[in-house]
């Protein structure tokens, strides 16, 4: 159970930080060669005896009403982030900062669609919506990748967003996926009308501790497999006692979406009652990281580079978007590996496994993101 | 005669069974540790991203040489009885039986020495010397091996460096640039053309993102030619982002209503009569 002096909401996670400042748990060289590391390990079939529970004796746990529970926190945290760092901004007639962009990793959900309309602002979507817009007022334009694709002829549609933005008086808010970002780093037009870029901050074990206290209770009964202690526990010093939290955020990359659901990959319960304190007693520990199928793997690569850059899409629209569109099959292969998800032939990158994709592309030698 | 095989005795130690049984040892501890090096590195390096991967690959002959050098300063004084008298003795001889016998090998092993320190090529790189274009795969003492792009292992003299300029297209860094060549044809307007082809290297999958795009454009007798300069993220994709520019840059080239250049049929008729 948690001790009573269990984490408050840490200062640096209240609100965004300026793009660029962004610091990492792990350096890019340390990721990689913690990832390849990992792959070896589980490639040479190596297990951990040091548990203090017999892995055999847990069974995976998939809970719905948890993942719900963990995302609504971590949902409210967000929020209250992108208040802190925007809403007076927004409510100003500030001429000085008319564009500001929300530079993200990719999410699951649109967070900054659910922050525009819970204070009523106009979210848009598509370009027609900004030319019926009233050129002084303020609008969220919460997905910039959606207006590209990574051929010369499906880059107009940006050039005539820029047109639009740059005709634009009021307050624009303008969502951008971090991949998308670096590949619009090199084009003029994006440095001329895109103003200040801000990040969420990363998620350290105390921030991460706290939006699982926030969903899971103060009393949640979740032990860590490596080392037998609850994870939510604190020292005297008020520090969490055990180090899973802190692998959790290094795993994570400091990203808490990415968090949750490794978190979640990584539940278990005790298949024998006998091992159980209480009912709802919970093991955590951290997954094996995936891999792509050696030794070809190009294709993957460039379909998983290809999917960051432009979000989520319809599978044959991506494959458009490769270096060879008629491969068939890349989708389902990447879905099998663990990268992907598909629902109707839409494309999603699996953020449970979004560091393993990063440190793959990066192990690769392809251009990654920054924040 | 008898105080020449005096001073030929007291030029070596004594040579017993335990002191040869060390030197094998070390020949073979070092050959092990040299072989093991340059092939755990290489494989390590193929996993990494390109720039680490240099810096793993470029640790292969620095080892080497140090365990080799390592090897001659323990060899060396169980065999030889070092003074000072002694040394210069070895080493005149040394100089006459390698001034006449090997100094091609001797001016070879010198220059890939040289090479270690002033680095013309390190392992990875991709490098021309002559008529001779590939990654540089191994460096011996000898000489270096550069895999071509038609997947011919070249084996060049390190004394080249000497007589030959060494082009190095990434010079340890984990890119380099590629240009794709685009011949328009005149009375037309080219102004748009550039941006065209900045346009097609920038949404180029193989492009690395963090170097700029360049074209440039110049005028010939019979049409303009535009350069399309560009880095790929990874060295060994240069064919592939070469081809990838080339193809989406004439579609892109003749989707927009540009003509290309063509050959004049006076050209052609000239050549004709000039090969006949």
Request: with cysteine.
């Amino acid at each position: 159970m948690t001790s009573s002096n269990s984490p408050r909401l840490p200062e640096h996670i209240r609100s965004l930080i300026p793009f660029g400042t962004y610091e990492w748990p792990r350096s890019e060289a340390e990721q990689t060669i913690g990832h390849l590391f990992e792959k070896l390990k589980s490639g040479l079939g190596a297990t951990t005896n040091d548990t203090a529970i017999d892995p055999d004796k847990l069974e995976n746990k998939s809970d719905e009403a948890m993942r719900a529970a963990l995302q609504e926190a971590l949902q409210t945290v967000l929020l209250e982030a992108l208040d802190a760092t925007y809403l007076d901004w927004v409510r100003s007639s500030d001429n000085t900062r008319t564009r500001r962009v929300l530079v993200h990793p990719p999410m699951d959900g649109d967070t900054l669609s659910a922050w525009g309309e819970r204070h009523d602002i106009p979210v848009l979507s598509d370009i027609n919506q900004l030319r019926d817009h009233p050129p002084e007022t303020c609008f969220i334009l919460p997905r910039l990748e959606v207006f590209f694709g990574r051929r010369v002829e499906d880059l107009n549609p940006l050039f005539n967003l820029f047109e639009t933005l740059a005709k634009h008086e009021g307050h624009i808010l303008l969502g951008c996926n971090s991949w998308a970002r670096a590949f619009l780093e090199r084009f003029d037009e994006k440095q001329f009308l895109l103003g200040n870029e801000d990040t969420f901050p990363p998620f350290d074990a105390d921030a991460l501790a706290h939006v699982l206290e926030r969903a899971l209770g103060p009393d949640a009964d979740v032990k860590s497999v490596a080392s037998g202690d609850y994870i939510l526990n604190c020292d005297d010093d008020g520090k969490l006692a055990d180090p899973f939290l802190k692998k959790l955020a290094e795993k994570s990359l400091g990203h808490p979406w990415v968090a949750i659901e490794v978190f979640l990959r990584g539940m278990a319960e005790a298949a024998d009652t006998d091992e159980k304190t209480s009912e709802s007693q919970l093991w955590v520990k951290l997954p094996a990281a995936c891999s792509l199928p050696a030794p070809a793997n190009d294709a993957h690569l460039f379909a998983l580079h290809t999917l960051l850059i432009h979000g989520s899409r319809q599978a044959d629209e991506l494959s458009q978007l490769l270096p060879n569109p008629s491969l068939t099959g890349i989708w389902l292969s990447l879905q099998g590996n663990g990268f992907v998800d598909l629902n109707d032939g839409q494309v999603s990158c699996a953020i449970r496994s979004y560091p393993d994709i990063r440190s793959e592309l990066g192990a690769a030698g392809f251009n990654l993101d920054r924040l | 005669m008898e105080e020449r095989a005096q001073r030929v005795s007291n030029l070596f130690n004594d040579l017993n069974g335990w002191v040869i049984a060390e030197i094998i040892l070390s020949i073979v501890l070092v050959w092990v540790f040299i072989k093991a090096t340059q092939k755990i590195l290489p494989w390590v390096s193929e996993f990494l991203p390109a720039k680490l991967r240099n810096l793993s690959l470029n640790s292969v002959p620095v080892l080497r040489v140090l365990a080799l050098l390592f090897l001659v300063i323990w060899i060396v004084p169980l065999v030889f009885n070092i003074t000072l008298q002694n040394f210069v003795f070895i080493a005149g001889a040394m100089s006459v039986a390698v001034g006449f016998a090997v100094k091609d090998l001797a001016s070879s092993v010198i220059a890939g020495f040289v090479a270690l320190f002033e680095k013309p090529y390190r392992l990875g790189d991709w490098i021309k010397i002559g008529d001779d274009y590939g990654e540089v795969v191994t460096i011996g003492m000898r000489a270096v091996q550069i895999r071509t792009p038609d997947d011919n292992v070249v084996t060049i003299s390190h004394d080249r460096i000497w007589t030959d300029n060494v082009l190095n297209a990434n010079d340890g860094f984990g890119t380099l640039m590629c240009v794709a060549t685009f011949h328009v044809a005149h009375n037309q307007d080219t102004s748009d053309v550039a941006e065209l082809l900045r346009m097609v290297g920038k949404t180029s999958p193989y492009l690395n993102l963090d170097r700029d795009v360049i074209v440039v454009a110049e005028n010939e007798t019979c049409c303009t030619v535009y350069k399309l300069k560009a880095y790929p993220f990874e060295p060994r994709n240069q064919f592939a982002f070469i081809t990838d520019m080339t193809e989406r840059g004439n579609a892109t080239l003749r989707n927009a209503g540009i003509r290309a250049a063509t050959v004049s049929d006076e050209i052609i008729s000239g050549s004709a009569k000039s090969s006949n």
